[in-house]
């Protein structure tokens, strides 16, 4: 980051841009541009009015931090006009000419052996000096291009800055770093001294291409005056009169009138401006998501299944390998002999990629490569290679499951399967800039138009490989922060897409609403510095949060230490968070939208945990509940029907709202709800019709036709179904017996027999007819214990929505009814033996839950409980039964010891008879079976043959056994 600021307004601007920390900055004479090195490679020109690069050259070695560079890269420009600007590199001194920026001049020696590092133009712009990192210094004429003075540091220190005297161009300062200061004088030769002292001068003041015919105005002037030395002429004096006359087009006749008539048409030129187009902003160039740039040491990628590490120094050039689950594969370190810079990671493979040399277009051994292992392989070989075909290189890759693809600087997209063979090739309508994939999820990122000054104009395709290959995105503008660039694309661990831009703003797709992008967090509101940043590298929406780190005063995070991951939450952009509205509203949109994924895994078909996406809804309920209340406390009636109209979906929600608003005293808001809630539910019935009807099947359109002629089609056994005569008229029969039983009517002519369902409309929101009944009795509901708290809350009761039932259907759904229409009636006896094994089952029931009853243990607390319930609730009429529960457990914990042991032995007194009736009723029970046995052996069979006894019980057969034993 490079920060500008004006001394005179204190106002800044920063500029943006490099990927690794900046050796120097120079400011333009002119103050249009700034020229600026970093420790990534480039030295790039600056556009100051756009805060935009204009122009960046690859030209320095690339490395981490300003302790590892061989080089401070101090630019200068030529003082006065800015035409030139210099640029140590290497062994040389290059010169770029301004606004062009095209090499024109190179300056070296033979005596340089190291490293030129710094540049300096003399005052009057003819001079340059330079030193090396070995202490070597040198002063280079412009005009002729040669060395005229060359001076080496007494004691080889490395000089880290040179500075020209101001007031003449013969003396030198420079400094070490030791930090010793010293000076060269006389480094410029008398025979390249300036030949005229009076044009030097007067260059010193007026030194601007644009002035040119001003200094040869001043100078015919001073040699035109032979009374008056050049020592008095009053420059300054003649620089206003030139400046007013260039100013002012009515003081033609001064300027000629004071003696300057030699203006040859310089005025007419500067009087009308030249048109100058809108800079255009530079195309971001292509990256890979989750890689840091091309240094010595660097991050490859880093995604949620591992970290692959680059290392490109003189003493290694390898990669690093690493998996966060080493179930999934043991780490692996590999030489990087192809050069290879791209790569991606997933459970089944790695794959790298390389750009190859580009201008070496006959050797096939310098072809863009892509190398893939898949270690998921069950046979011996894991790894293949393919070179890309002739001038094309590879600028992003990406794995999904089964394939991998890469794009090329072609603009061609290609799709390979995991084992090596070659599938899709196609195109894309501009320069790729990132690339992303998840699943069958391939989404592509590129340059689609030129931007307006300073923001990128992007394009996003997401296609899904599968068997459909279905197109999700065509072509449409992917939205970036204004003046930022995409920094991070990539898919949630649910497979959402998600990108982020330099600004910190994170998007992500929302499937259930257009397709569109929305904002879910901004990273730069959790960062301290204005220099801080987040460097992404997963998301998860459930449970919802960014895995980022930290970086402090970068873009990018250094490869040692480890960094730490950090989880940031999603925070919606909504308007008034500060408010409880607010913060309500966030939490429904949040989750709704965080649960859209469970969508789109059912419209493929895969499986997920539905108690994740029941509490999704439950939390979503929840939220509206609480914001209905809200609404109903602040009197916004028509704000609280408008959240049961278009948010609440469920039925038990709509109940819960039509209750609250009763018992707040909104009468006209509850009758509008239950006025709602029934063409909800007479909407929902005819959608399900509609659904459920059946279709007509062909052969009702054969005998409605009159051919009554045999075929094996009439002949069929079985069920008989509607819309379909059979000659099993027994079964037709047992047909009409279950469509009587379920309500329903028949009408049976000789070709066809219709059924006509009898649709009830729920009565559970409909108004009663009566005068002045409650319309807000629910009649199908039991009516509530008389002991219920009068101040419990109504949101207590809600339970969690199932997915298989509708939301507005009555107790019986459709299928069952038309299920138990085509069922076969069992015979009379049947049934019957059924309802009495079903009435002794319900009999035993409820002898069990009645010694359940009498067996519950009676506590203390609970007895006190049960007769201060009455005074908590009058005295708490705004708590709930469970808040009135807990406060009377807190309550009776503060009662005296003995006070409480009073209440325990009041409730052990009144639970003695209890147990009592308990123990009779079990003595009772051991009574019947031992007569149920008794009777069961001497039963007889009708025809006087006795049925086989059931053998005794086991002390009977040992009572027998000692009997007979002593006996003998």
């Known amino acids: 980051m490079i920060k500008l600021v004006v001394v005179e307004d204190r106002s800044s601007r920063v500029f943006y841009g490099h990927q690794a920390p900046i050796l120097s900055v120079a400011l333009d004479p002119l103050e249009e541009y700034i020229a600026s090195s970093s420790c990534d490679g480039t030295v790039r020109i600056w556009t100051i009015a756009d805060q935009v690069s204009e122009m960046s050259w690859n030209i320095l070695p690339k490395c981490n931090d300003i302790t590892f560079s061989k080089t401070l890269c101090r630019i200068s420009w030529k003082p006065g006009s800015g035409e030139f600007v210099a640029v140590p590199i290497e062994k040389e001194v290059r010169l770029y000419a301004r606004d ?48 005229i003075e060359r001076q080496k540091h007494e004691k080889g220190f490395t000089v880290c800055n040179l500075v020209w005297n101001p007031k003449g ?41 644009d002035e040119d015919f001003m200094l040869t105005a001043a100078a015919q002037a001073a040699a035109g005056d032979g009374d008056d030395s050049n020592d008095d002429m009053d420059f300054s004096a003649q620089k206003k009169r030139l400046q007013a006359l ?253 990108t982020l831009d330099s600004g910190g703003v994170v998007r992500m797709l929302n499937k259930s609403f257009s397709n569109v992008w929305c904002q879910v967090a901004n990273l730069k509101s959790h960062t301290k510095g204005k220099s801080d940043n987040y460097w992404v590298v997963g998301v998860t929406e459930n449970p919802s949060h960014i895995r980022c780190i930290l970086c402090k ?24 968070m500060s408010t409880e509205k607010g913060v309500l509203e966030e939490q429904y949109w949040k989750s709704k939208l965080l649960s859209g994924h469970f969508g789109f895994w059912k419209s493929l078909g895969l499986e997920f945990d539905e108690n994740e996406q029941l509490a999704a809804i439950n939390t979503q309920q929840e939220a509206l509940i609480k914001l209905f209340a809200l609404s109903c406390r602040a009197d916004r009636e028509f704000r609280a029907e408008e959240i049961c109209d278009s948010f609440m979906s469920t039925e038990q929600a709509m109940q819960l709202a039509i209750k609250y608003a009763s018992r707040m005293k909104h009468m006209s ?134 997915l298989k039932e509708s939301v507005w259907k009555g107790a019986s759904s459709l299928d069952q009814k038309r299920h138990q229409i085509r069922k076969k009636k069992n015979s009379s006896q049947t049934t019957l033996t059924a309802n009495m094994k079903r009435q002794t089952e319900n009999t035993e029931n409820s002898e069990g839950k009645q010694q359940d009853a009498v067996t519950k243990r009676i506590t203390g607390l609970s007895l006190w409980q049960q007769e201060h319930k009455e005074e908590h609730e009058a005295e708490h009429p705004e708590m709930d039964e469970a808040e009135i529960i807990k406060f009377g457990i807190q309550t009776y914990r503060k009662l005296p010891e003995n006070e409480r042991n009073e ?38 069979s009708a025809d006087g043959t006795q049925k086989k006894k059931k053998p005794l019980s086991t002390n009977a057969n040992t009572r027998l056994s000692n009997f007979v034993f002593k006996k003998q």
């Not at 966060?324 to 990629?353: G, K």
């Open 100 to 147: 062009t920026w095209e090499l024109v001049q190179t300056l070296t020696d033979d005596q340089i052996k190291e490293v030129v590092s710094i540049a300096a133009f003399s005052p009057c712009g003819n001079f340059l000096a330079a030193a090396c990192i070995d202490g070597l210094m040198l002063v280079w004429s412009i005009n002729s291009s040669k060395c």
């Open 246 to 498: 260039l100013h002012d087009d009515d003081s033609m006749d001064t300027a000629a009138a004071d003696g300057f008539t030699n203006l040859p048409g310089a005025v007419e030129e500067l009087a009308v401006p030249a048109a100058r187009l809108p800079p255009q902003t530079a195309l971001q160039s292509a990256f890979q998501p989750g890689s840091t740039p091309e240094l010595s040491h660097r991050f490859m990628v880093w995604n949620s299944v591992g970290v692959v590490r680059a290392y490109n120094t003189e003493e290694e050039n390898s990669i690093d390998i690493e998996f966060h689950d080493t179930a999934t594969h043991h780490a692996m370190h590999i030489s990087n002999h192809l050069e290879l810079t791209l790569a991606d990671i997933s459970a089944e493979a790695v794959l790298l990629a390389g750009e190859g040399d580009s201008t070496d277009t006959e050797s096939t051994t310098a072809a863009s490569k892509l190398v893939c292992m898949h270690f998921s392989s069950w046979d011996s070989n894991k790894e293949w290679t393919v070179a890309m075909p002739t001038g094309e290189v590879i600028k992003a890759a990406c794995l999904g499951i089964g394939w991998a693809s890469v794009v090329t600087d072609h603009c061609n997209v290609r799709v390979f399967t995991i084992g090596g063979l070659q599938r899709e090739v196609f195109s894309i309508p501009g320069p790729v800039v990132s690339m992303a994939a998840h699943s069958d999820q391939l989404m592509i990122v590129y340059h689609s138009g030129a931007g307006v000054p300073g923001d990128q104009c992007l394009g996003v395709t997401l296609i899904h490989l599968n068997k459909r290959k279905t197109m999700i995105l065509d072509g449409t503008r992917l939205p970036v922060s204004p003046r930022t660039k995409l920094t991070w694309l990539g898919f949630s661990a649910e497979g959402t897409p998600m």
């Open 553 to 576: 005063g970068k873009a990018y995070p250094a490869t040692l230490p480890q960094p730490i991951v950090t989880l940031l939450p999603f925070e919606l952009p909504l308007c008034e």
């Open 169 to 209: 161009n013969n003396e030198l300062a420079y400094t070490d770093v030791q930090g010793q200061v010293g000076t060269l004088e006389d480094v410029i030769p008398n025979d390249c001294q300036p030949q005229s002292a009076a044009v030097g001068a007067a260059s010193d003041l007026f030194a601007d291409d």
């Open 903 to 940: 209440w325990n032995t009041r409730a052990s007194i009144s639970q003695a008879p209890d147990a009592a009736a308990a123990a009779n009723a079990e003595d009772v029970d051991k009574k019947r079976k031992r007569d149920t046995t008794n009777d069961d052996i001497a039963e007889e």
């Open 669 to 802: 808001l509850a009758n509008r709800l239950n006025e709602l809630a029934r063409k909800k539910m007479e909407q929902e019935s005819e959608d399900e019709e509609e659904r459920e009807e059946p279709e007509e099947d062909f052969r009702v359109a054969l005998e409605a036709g009159h051919n009554h002629s045999s075929t094996e089609w009439s002949s069929s056994s079985g069920k008989a179904e509607p819309g379909k005569q059979t000659s099993n008229w027994g079964d037709n029969e047992d047909d009409d017996e279950n469509i009587e039983e379920d309500d329903q009517e028949t009408v049976e002519s000789p070709l066809l027999t219709v059924n006509t369902k009898k649709v009830d409309t729920p009565a559970r929101f409909l108004l009663s007819s009566g005068g002045t009944k409650n319309p807000f009795k629910i009649a199908s509901q039991p009516s509530p214990k008389k002991n219920a708290s009068k101040g419990a809350s109504v949101f207590d009761s809600i339970q969690k929505p199932t």
